[in-house]
């Protein structure tokens, strides 16, 4: 989790103030913050000639201060007010905000499938949409496939295979 104070707030919840502001403090930043923030610096300095991204936001970002927007959506039929980094993608939002980590990251570049969510009922590889793409969306995940708290028979399938990832691997064997 980022920012657990963020989760589950309404849009009218959030704070007036400018919120990209993030502390630094050694007690709170966790291994893959550190690891994702030094990163983004590496890809932030990379990408401003590249890309030709503005050298302020490259430096906000590396900086930690990435420009956050507002959104709404809904997952597994439950509504989300949550603010996202621009630059996160959808299954960042869903795994590292909302803890829904049955989507996985396999190739992390549109080839593997295992991030595969639908966003209003059609596949999506949600390692190659913005989070911010999801606003006003409706997503599922695989954990949306239980009803009543029982595993559907994909998901139940899934646990009786030991299956990980997109589960095709295994299938093969
Ligand atoms: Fe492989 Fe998204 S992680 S397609």
């Not at 009218?12 to 930043?29: A, E």
């Not at 603010?83 to 590292?96: A, F, H, I, S, Y």
């Not at 905000?97 to 209003?120: H, P």
Request: charge should be neutral.
């Amino acid at each position: 989790m980022r920012d657990k104070n963020k989760q589950g707030k309404d849009a009218g919840d959030l704070p007036d103030k400018d919120p990209v502001v993030k502390h630094y403090t050694p007690v709170s930043q966790s291994r893959r913050d550190f690891l994702q923030g030094t990163g983004a610096t590496v890809v932030a300095t990379a990408a401003v000639t590249a890309l030709g991204i503005p050298r302020a936001s490259a430096q906000q970002a590396a900086a930690g201060n990435a420009p956050r927007t507002a959104i709404s959506l809904t997952v597994n039929g439950t509504r989300h007010s949550v603010e996202v980094e621009d630059r996160w993608t959808l299954v960042e939002l869903l795994r590292d905000e909302l803890d829904l980590t049955g989507t996985k990251i396999g190739c992390n570049r549109s080839e593997c499938g295992a991030c595969t969510v639908l966003m209003d009922g059609e596949p999506v590889y949600s390692c190659s949409q913005l989070a911010v793409w999801a606003y006003g969306k409706s997503v599922q995940t695989v954990e949306g496939l239980a009803r009543n708290g029982q595993l559907s028979p994909v998901q139940q399938a899934f646990v009786e295979n030991n299956g990980a990832q997109c589960g095709f691997a295994r299938q093969a064997n």
